[in-house]
């Protein structure tokens, strides 16, 4: 019977082999994300607008293939009445990337005022008012990202003006000095979907007291919600573009939701998709060399081969 030597060479061949198969040292391969927070809620009767989501537009990232990732989309802050703080957006995630939901509107109240200060988050929550002066939006990257990934909600203006919340490319209105509430800030474009697409705009403020001059503000661009006039809600973020919700108007009953965000990913066509259970997603392609995944909503792993 023959006799087969195994020599040290041919173990760590083997070795080496069985790593390579294990996922050690999987091929690598490049991705384009495009990352969407959810957008914060706001708060009703007289309050700040929410915040829009974070927004990251990242390129040439480096994955591996036959390797599990985590993705989630994150869900839009929640409304509240008018005496609780709005809830801020939740985070967009792709692997260990992220982007950071946006900041909640702040209340109306009594003085100082703090009480009164939007939420800090990807974009930050614009100011309640107080009855006296000293509410300020709520700051914005909160993620300390580098380019910034949304900026600060407005102030109120005066003792009785509303800010607006921060979007992903401008800061939020401040109140006018007892008169019209801050907009929202404008949002941040992408053309990762294959078109333009403004995201994450922030909510405008809501209307303060009826026997002064006073209007809502308006919604920022990429589906911030408008603030709510005389005994009106505010308007919910737009679903999909991490949009801050509106405030609630004088006499109004709930600010707006925060809209949910998104994740967009692109790919090389040499490579495949694999979504797990958990998320709502569509690929459109190939076209130009490579495929596009977008995620809609849920949270689950998905993986390249």
Known sequence: MAVIKLTESSIRTKRTYTSFRAGSAFPT????ILLVAGGGGAPGTQVGGGGGGGFRNLTTQSFSTNTDYTV????????????????NGSNSVF????????????????????????????????????????????PGNAGGFTPVEGYAGGAMGGTTA???????????????????????????ASSLSGSSVTYAGGGGGGQTYL????SAGAGGSGGGGAGGNSNANGTDGTTNLG?????????GTNGGSGGSGIVIVKY???????VGGGLTS?????????YTTTFTAGTGTVSFV
């Open 243 to 251: 949009g801050g919700g509106g405030g609630g108007g004088r006499g």
């Open 211 to 214: 026997q002064v001059a006073s």
């Open 268 to 274: 090389p066509s040499t490579r495949t998709i694999s």
């Open 282 to 290: 569509s690929t459109s392609g190939p076209s130009g060399g490579f």
């Open 162 to 188: 509303n800010g607006g919340g921060g979007g992903a490319g401008a800061v939020g209105g401040n109140g006018s000095s007892n008169a019209a509430s801050g907009a929202g800030g404008a949002g941040a």
């Open 72 to 87: 989630t989309v994150g869900a839009g802050g929640a409304r509240n009445q008018s005496s609780a703080v709005a809830g």
């Open 95 to 138: 692997g260990s990337l992220f982007s950071t939901g946006g900041g909640g509107g702040g209340v109306s109240g009594s003085c100082p005022g703090s009480a009164n200060d939007g939420a800090a988050g990807g974009s930050g929550g614009g100011s309640g008012d107080s009855g006296c002066s000293g509410g300020s939006g709520g």
């Open 29 to 32: 391969f490049n991705l384009d």
